[in-house]
């Protein structure tokens, strides 16, 4: 049986549904005809609405308004918890980091009362790589077992949600989450990957905004799903995964993938030269998910793919 079929029947409380994963986790769901009863809390459901009426249409979904911090507790039993509120938003973090940090933890611990309702759920926290801070040269891969300083107020928050979590009377799995690519990705945001595809359909040069050195890795976001439910669905009590691509990349080299699989005629244009300092680096050691039986299906360069044909569909140029 997919295990997907697990969910059907059953109820499911969202948070953070109306972001990047949260509309790819619907989209999945409305393309396995779940018939998961899905509570979607959101501060402005009119307009997730709005701009997605074919989640409400397709799905057995029901909106529920209001902050993560102070939500009223809609009615029923739930069966999962996915906890998903607060993108890693780089203008929040430099703007606003008490506010990030109050959605964070405090929307944590009101969510987390909320849980206590309910003593056979099982609730996924999805966490960030940020919790481990700057990656160290000495360490390639970052492993669960690391224990970093967290560089801002994103990975402070979310490390002390974890930490709400494991120490919470709730059955809870920690999903540690890296970089993505795919379906949903914000293209005007500070994502490289989505700033390079914007590029493209805009006919200009690939603007790498540094010098290139930076690495990081992507994950599909069909993969990310898969495997957040995986988690959901399977993960032992208190166990923490990272999730995202063990194939590291550099930025510039990221840059002229898109460059070449999109047949541009405009070049990649690198903003600065190599400082000559250690390199910033962010991949995971996935090596655990790999054990528990997650694999990545979908490769970077066809995610790319992916990414610049819907994004020419929603840009009106197809």
Same mark, same amino acid.
């Given at each position: ?13 969202? $948070? ?14 409305? %393309? ?16 997730? &609405?709005?701009?997605? =009426?074919?989640?409400?249409? +397709? ?14 507790? =809609? ?14 938003? /780089? ?23 909320f849980a206590s309702?309910?003593?056979? /759920? ?7 790589? /940020?919790?481990?801070?700057? %990656? =160290? ?9 690391y224990r970093g ?17 494991? +120490?919470?009377?709730? $059955? ?47 994950? &599909? ?20 995964? +990272? ?27 690198? %903003?600065?030269?190599? +400082? ?19 694999? %990545? ?22």
């Amino acid at each position: 049986m997919n295990d997907l079929e697990c969910l059907n029947g059953k109820s499911l409380f969202l $948070t953070g549904g109306t972001g990047f994963i949260g509309k790819n986790l619907l989209q999945l769901l409305e %393309q396995e005809h779940s018939t998961v009863k899905i509570t979607l809390l959101s501060r402005d459901p009119e307009r997730f &609405d709005c701009a997605c =009426p074919h989640f409400r249409n +397709n799905l057995h979904l029901t909106f529920l308004k209001g902050d993560i911090r102070d939500f009223p507790y =809609p009615p029923g039993r739930f069966d999962f918890i996915i906890h998903g509120a607060t993108d890693a938003d /780089a203008v929040m973090i430099r703007e606003q980091p008490e506010e990030m940090y109050s959605v964070i933890v405090d929307g944590t611990r009101r969510l987390l009362d909320f849980a206590s309702r309910f003593p056979t /759920a099982r609730l996924l926290f999805l966490s960030s790589g /940020a919790v481990y801070g700057p %990656q =160290p040269e000495t360490i390639p891969f970052l492993p669960e077992t690391y224990r970093g300083i967290p560089g801002n107020v994103y990975g402070k928050g979310k490390l002390i949600a974890e930490n709400d979590c494991l +120490n919470s009377d709730t $059955t809870c799995c920690i999903a540690r989450c890296f970089a993505f690519s795919g379906t949903y990705l914000p293209l005007n945001r500070h994502y490289a990957i989505g700033n390079f595809v914007a590029d493209v359909l805009a006919k200009r040069p690939i603007l790498v905004k540094g010098d290139g050195t930076t690495i990081r890795s992507y994950l &599909d976001s069909r993969d990310l799903v898969r495997w957040l439910l995986a988690l959901l669905l399977n993960a032992p009590d208190r166990e923490i995964f +990272n999730v995202g691509s063990d194939r590291p990349v550099t930025i510039r080299e990221l840059a002229e993938m898109i460059r070449r699989i999109s047949g541009t005629v405009h070049p990649v244009l690198v %903003q600065k030269e190599w +400082n000559g300092l250690a390199l910033d680096r962010y991949v995971p050691d996935v090596s655990k998910a790999k054990s528990f039986g997650l694999k %990545q299906f979908i490769s970077l360069e066809h995610s790319i793919r992916d990414m610049l044909f819907s994004g020419a569909e929603r840009c009106g140029k197809l």
